[in-house]
Each structure stands twice: as C-alpha cells, then as structure tokens.
C-alpha cells in the first residue's frame, strides 16, 4: 500500500512493504522500569542500609560509631545466636521436609484415588481445605492454635482428659522441652498446603499411558509412585523443597504469637533473635548484623538450589554444561 502527498509538484511516498514492519521505538524493558525502582527502594536501600549498620555500634540514637568486623567476631561466639540456628534447622524439618514427603503422599491419594472414586469435586474440597491454613493470617492461625494447646482447659488437654489419657496433658508451649515440637506441628499444619497444590498441579501434566502399561505388566500403586510419579514431578519437588526451606529459615510470625522465642529461649529462631536485640536490647548494630548473616545464607541457598535445579533440568534434556 502506498501513500502519497503531493507538496508543490513534489510526491512524497511512504511505502510499508510487506515483510519490512516498522519497529516500536518503546523498548519492553520500559515496562520494567516501575517493577526495579520499587525493588531498589523496598529491598536494596533497607538492604544496604542494614549491612551499614551491621559494621556499627548503635543503641538507635544519636551517631553510630564505626566498630568494623567486631559485631560479626561477638556473632560467631554467641551461643545464643547458634542455638538459634539450630532450632531453625528443625524448623526446615517442620515446614520443608514434613510437608513435602506427606503433601507428595497426599496429592498422589487425591489424584489417584478420591479423584477417580468420588469425583473432582470432592477432590477440590479437600484441596481447599488443606490450604486453608496458607491463606490464613498467621497472627490469627497463632492465636487459635495458642487456646488449643493452653495447659488450663485447651482443647488439646480437654481432648485428651476426655479419652481417657489425662497422664498426656502438657504444658504444650511453656515446658522447654517441648514447646520447640508443639511450634513444628502447628507448622506442619500451617505449610502442608501448598506442597500440595503444587504436586496437584505436577501429577496433572503426567502421562496416564505410563501408568496404564506399569499396571498392565502388574505394577502396584506404590511401585507406579516412585518410578514414574516421582521423577515426573522432579522440578515440583525441588521448587517446593527451596521455597519452604527459605521460609522455615526467615520464619518470625508464628514464633512471635505462639511463645515469643521462650520459654527460655527453647523456639528462638534467627529472626526473632534479631528482632529482640535489635528492638527490645537495642543494640542496633548488633541485631542488624545477624539479620544480615540471614540474608546471605538464605540467598547463598537460593543460589545453590536454583543451580543444582538447572542441572538437574539440563541433564534431563540430554544437555552436558
């Protein structure tokens, strides 16, 4: 097609010729633009405004005073600080590890069985109501799982003293040895639905006819489970196994609701330790730094999972790095 114009005896024409489209002069990186800024002002400015802090000794007024690498020397000798940590470490157990291996189970027992048995809508019932607990405000799920497990006329206990079996009444959340378990269940309650909506979603994309010939040559459910189930929905697994990880490391809200770190320190974590340093013992400097120990582990893991999941990714599609 071709437009002219005629200007004093003089014809200009603009062609746009087939296989010749004229280019945007807006770049799609400019879509991106609203998305980095509100990134750097959320993140990286708090981010490295916390690392500066860490090299300093602060009480939260008046001029910090630049003390270097002491902050992080006091941090490896802390014994607070690295049994912490640990409970962390049980933490991963709680709500990367439980709910992965028993979601896996259940997904496959909803898609297998209830689905084929009772019908789609059943199945998305039951869905629903194990992932409930994701949607809940964890300030609430806190407070009802804190009259549950109450020593004085919880249910729990009630429960209990109901059927028969009084003598296991506990001080669920304010005996040391315990309280760091009775967190972990709550949870495993709190994080088993979203592994479970993912592989949901994973046995989707599965290959019925896979299925159909094992159990022709007289494959069982479970031998059906864990050859072709499970190395089908291998990236679900890692990503379900990363991103719980991460927040079992980062977890705050349940612990603050639940016992505030007690008794005696016995559910501390490294992010509530922070937080008591930095707000309650003011000592600013101090709490910043182990925030900031915190944030490199959690990124050095993500890092490291996301690598090991492009490996993983790259030797299935037969590419060598």
Same mark, same amino acid.
């Given at each position: 097609?071709?437009?002219?114009?005629?200007?004093?005896?003089?014809?200009?024409?603009?062609?746009?010729?087939?296989?010749?489209?004229?280019?945007?002069?807006?770049?799609?990186?400019?879509?991106?633009?609203?998305?980095?800024?509100?990134?750097?002002?959320?993140?990286?400015?708090?981010?490295?405004?916390?690392?500066?802090?860490?090299?300093?000794?602060?009480?939260?007024?008046?001029?910090?005073?630049?003390?270097?690498?002491?902050?992080?020397?006091?941090?490896?000798?802390?014994?607070?600080?690295?049994?912490?940590?640990?409970?962390?470490?049980?933490? =991963?157990?709680? !709500? +990367?590890?439980?709910?992965?291996?028993?979601?896996?189970?259940?997904? %496959? &027992?909803?898609? @297998?069985?209830? #689905?084929?048995?009772?019908?789609?809508?059943?199945?998305?019932?039951?869905?629903?109501?194990?992932?409930?607990?994701?949607?809940?405000?964890?300030?609430?799920?806190?407070?009802?799982?804190?009259?549950?497990?109450?020593?004085?006329?919880?249910?729990?206990?009630?429960?209990?003293?109901?059927?028969?079996?009084?003598?296991?009444?506990?001080?669920?959340?304010?005996?040391?040895?315990?309280?760091?378990?009775?967190?972990?269940?709550?949870?495993?309650?709190?994080?088993?639905?979203?592994?479970? =909506?993912?592989? !949901? +979603?994973?046995?989707?994309?599965?290959?019925?006819?896979?299925?159909? %010939? &094992?159990?022709? @040559?007289?494959? #069982?459910?479970?031998?059906?489970?864990?050859?072709?189930?499970?190395?089908?929905?291998?990236?679900?697994?890692?990503?379900?196994?990363?991103?719980?990880?991460?927040?079992?490391?980062?977890?705050?809200?349940?612990?603050?609701?639940?016992?505030?770190?007690?008794?005696?320190?016995?559910?501390?974590?490294?992010?509530?330790?922070?937080?008591?340093?930095?707000?309650?013992?003011?000592?600013?400097?101090?709490?910043?730094?182990?925030?900031?120990?915190?944030?490199?582990?959690?990124?050095?893991?993500?890092?490291?999972?996301?690598?090991?999941?492009?490996?993983?990714?790259?030797?299935?599609?037969?590419?060598?790095?």
């Amino acid at each position: 097609m071709t437009v002219t114009a005629e200007r004093g005896g003089r014809v200009t024409g603009l062609k746009a010729r087939a296989g010749h489209p004229s280019r945007p002069h807006t770049s799609y990186a400019l879509f991106l633009v609203p998305g980095v800024i509100a990134f750097t002002a959320v993140v990286v400015v708090p981010f490295l405004m916390n690392t500066a802090i860490g090299f300093t000794d602060w009480q939260g007024v008046g001029t910090p005073s630049w003390t270097g690498l002491a902050n992080y020397r006091e941090l490896m000798d802390d014994s607070e600080f690295w049994a912490s940590f640990r409970h962390s470490l049980f933490m =991963v157990l709680a !709500m +990367a590890v439980v709910p992965t291996a028993v979601g896996l189970v259940l997904a %496959a &027992a909803l898609f @297998d069985y209830i #689905g084929k048995h009772f019908g789609s809508r059943i199945v998305a019932v039951l869905r629903a109501c194990y992932y409930l607990p994701q949607v809940l405000p964890i300030a609430v799920a806190g407070i009802v799982w804190s009259w549950i497990l109450a020593p004085d006329n919880g249910s729990l206990n009630e429960l209990l003293k109901a059927v028969g079996l009084g003598s296991w009444q506990q001080d669920w959340l304010g005996d040391p040895d315990i309280a760091l378990y009775s967190v972990m269940g709550v949870m495993v309650w709190v994080q088993l639905g979203f592994p479970l =909506v993912v592989f !949901m +979603a994973g046995l989707q994309r599965v290959d019925p006819g896979l299925h159909e %010939a &094992a159990e022709l @040559d007289g494959a #069982g459910w479970w031998r059906r489970f864990w050859h072709i189930t499970l190395p089908q929905i291998r990236p679900e697994i890692s990503v379900v196994l990363l991103w719980c990880t991460i927040a079992a490391l980062k977890v705050f809200g349940a612990v603050y609701v639940l016992t505030k770190g007690g008794p005696g320190g016995a559910t501390d974590v490294p992010s509530y330790f922070s937080f008591t340093t930095f707000f309650e013992k003011t000592q600013v400097g101090y709490g910043a730094a182990i925030s900031t120990v915190l944030t490199v582990i959690i990124l050095a893991l993500a890092l490291i999972g996301l690598r090991f999941q492009t490996r993983a990714e790259d030797a299935e599609e037969g590419v060598r790095p």
